[in-house]
């Protein structure tokens, strides 16, 4: 490729609408270009780092027996009527001219599975694994940060289909391993994060992030033991008993006139806000519950859907609130409900041992103090409902504390067991003739935002640091005039000499400013580069790399194809997994 056919229309000033730097790099050096909110084109310099990424992934799949296939981005309502999950938010829905329901495919969970129920009826034809690689669509509500959060986007989705537990386990634990190949082919730095299943649902499950300051999750792991897991997923141990422990007091109405938030009723009544208890109505599968935490904690809405098994927990409108607690909103509380409105208390496990808080009174302009758990009132359930924060003891060692970083979630892979193969009729016959649910395992890769998440951990104030893997180019040439014969006959041998040894090089051949061509490759980010200019009257070039700007060697012309092709080498093995 040489620049004089290559269309990347580069721009020097920031989008307005870019805040993340993946954003502002994508665009403004000519990889995508915004379509509508959420929806980009991806132009050649784009595309050509989405199908390196494409191909590693392919190669990694294909590496332990995956079989790739192409399932449709249309999908009849019907099969997700199966599964239940037709109602999902997100879908996009349309009608064919004779009325009939379609969803646009914001994952193929259904599909699939459809496809195995009509073909696979024996425990011989199993195990499988199936894959492809495919956009899909999604009616994202707040599009953001460019290839980050997108209504249009292109996902590896694998698929493995077994027989017994122990088959997919060692699926699961096959596609674990080759998405840590796959980061590292990608020269990022990944963490492997415990995490909430979401609307695909299923058992184990584990997220895959990129790190890096201005990802949109949160991470929590240990300082000893090394537990990580996804801020929405995060367990909490259970605390120690105070050991000194006030005894409870009588609990009484005081008044509290226009203080509903934690803040205000915390400075009308001078408390911290850890002696405070936000009593959070919510509704569970459309049935009201109280949800108790302290008042400088989040209820985790997540974490409180798993432990009641329901599929749906949202905060309850205004409306809801006051026909449940008689009060407006920031004044319910978990004593004294109004005759025939008795629901489900969850409370926080934090909660279980202390005493004397102060929680809403049920009533306007009103907060009932002194009041503990267990003797002023009775929690349904106790258990882990909020969500964890730096600092907070480790599940898993009970000694180390969680610290918190940022990353942007690239993958996701999940034990799905029978969720969709039981709803849908896969089934299979076992070798004792009996007819057995198939058990599905699924793994998400997220192709376009790795492609963004790469930018996010790799740039500079002056542009992107492609690793060599997927860089648009490997090695570009760039010659200081082309209106100067013997540069210009120099940097095209070089260029002939580079391709015949099958290295991804372009030739920047533009009549175009020095200055110019290299904030273009700075910005463009290819980790190679080779410059031929006033040196070459001693038959020298220099070389150098993307990431060490302003450092380029001399390198003589006569050994520059060898010396090129040992750096390309050299980069590719430092992002060669150890298995």
Not at 21 to 34: D, E, I, M
Not at 78 to 101: H, I, M, T
Not at 379 to 390: E, F, H, K, L, Y
Not at 451 to 469: L, Q
Request: hydrophobic share 40%; aromatic share 8%.
């Amino acid at each position: 490729m040489k620049t004089s056919h290559l269309f990347f229309p580069t721009l020097r000033e920031v989008p307005k609408e870019a805040e993340l730097a993946s954003h502002q790099l994508l665009l403004r050096g000519g990889f995508v270009k915004s379509v509508a909110a959420g929806v980009y084109s991806y132009l050649p310099l784009g595309w050509r780092v989405h199908e390196k990424i494409a191909q590693i992934v392919r190669e990694e799949a294909n590496s332990f027996g995956g079989q790739e296939i192409h399932m449709p981005v249309l999908v009849p309502k019907e099969l997700l009527d199966e599964s239940g999950r037709s109602a999902v938010p997100v879908l996009f829905a349309l009608k064919d001219r004779n009325q009939r329901d379609f969803f646009l495919g914001f994952t193929h969970e259904e599909v699939v599975t459809d496809i195995i129920r009509s073909f696979v009826n024996s425990w011989k034809q199993m195990p499988l694994y199936l894959y492809q690689i495919q956009t899909k669509e999604r009616d994202e509500p707040r599009p953001r940060g460019g290839l980050i959060r997108t209504r249009e986007f292109t996902m590896f989705d694998g698929y493995s289909f077994d027989a017994d537990e122990q088959s997919l386990s060692a699926a699961y634990e096959r596609n674990y391993r080759a998405y840590g190949r796959i980061f590292m082919r990608c020269g990022l730095d990944y963490l492997a994060v415990e995490a909430d299943p979401g609307a695909i649902g299923g058992s184990e499950n584990h997220e895959f992030m990129v790190l890096t300051e201005n990802g949109e999750d949160t991470v929590l792991r240990c300082d000893l033991c090394g537990y990580a897991a996804n801020a929405e997923r995060a367990e909490l141990a259970r605390p120690e008993p105070e050991q000194l422990p006030e005894l409870p007091r009588q609990s009484e109405v005081v008044p509290t006139p226009g203080a509903h938030t934690v803040e205000q009723v915390c400075e009308f009544l001078s408390v911290e806000p850890g002696r405070l208890i936000k009593t959070i109505i919510c509704l569970a599968d459309g049935e009201p519950v109280a949800a108790l935490v302290r008042g400088d904690r989040e209820l985790n809405l997540n974490k409180l859907a798993r432990l009641m098994g329901a599929a749906t927990v949202e905060l309850a409108d205004a409306a809801t609130v006051v026909r449940v607690t008689g009060a407006p909103v920031g004044f319910a509380g978990p004593v004294g409900f109004p005759a025939g409105c008795a629901i489900p208390i969850y409370l926080d496990q934090e909660l279980s041992s202390g005493s004397n808080y102060v929680v809403g009174a049920n009533q306007p302009d009103a907060h009932r103090i002194n009041v503990t758990p267990q003797t002023d009132f009775s929690a349904t359930v106790t258990d882990d409902i909020r969500t964890a924060v730096a600092g907070d003891t480790c599940v898993r060692c009970s000694i180390g504390r969680l610290s918190e970083t940022r990353g942007v979630e690239v993958g996701h892979i999940f034990q799905l067991g029978t969720k969709y193969s039981k709803s849908m009729g896969a089934v299979y016959q076992n070798e004792g003739g009996l007819q057995q649910t198939i058990l599905m395992g699924c793994y998400g890769l997220g192709v376009s935002r790795t492609m963004a998440a790469a930018i996010e951990a790799r740039h500079d104030e002056n542009g992107i640091v492609w690793p060599i893997s997927i860089a648009p180019f490997e090695v570009v040439i760039i010659m200081a005039s082309i209106k100067d014969e013997p540069l210009r006959l120099a940097a095209e041998d070089l260029y002939a000499g580079l391709r015949e040894k099958s290295v991804d090089v372009i030739l920047d051949d533009r009549d175009e400013r020095v200055g110019v061509k290299f904030k273009d490759w700075e910005l463009i980010g290819v980790p190679i580069q080779v410059v031929v200019g006033k040196g070459l009257a001693d038959g020298v070039i220099e070389v150098g790399m993307r990431r060490d700007r302003n450092q380029r060697t001399p390198v003589k012309l006569a050994e520059a194809v060898r010396e090129i092709i040992a750096l390309v080498n050299a980069e590719k093995a430092r992002l060669k997994p150890m298995n």
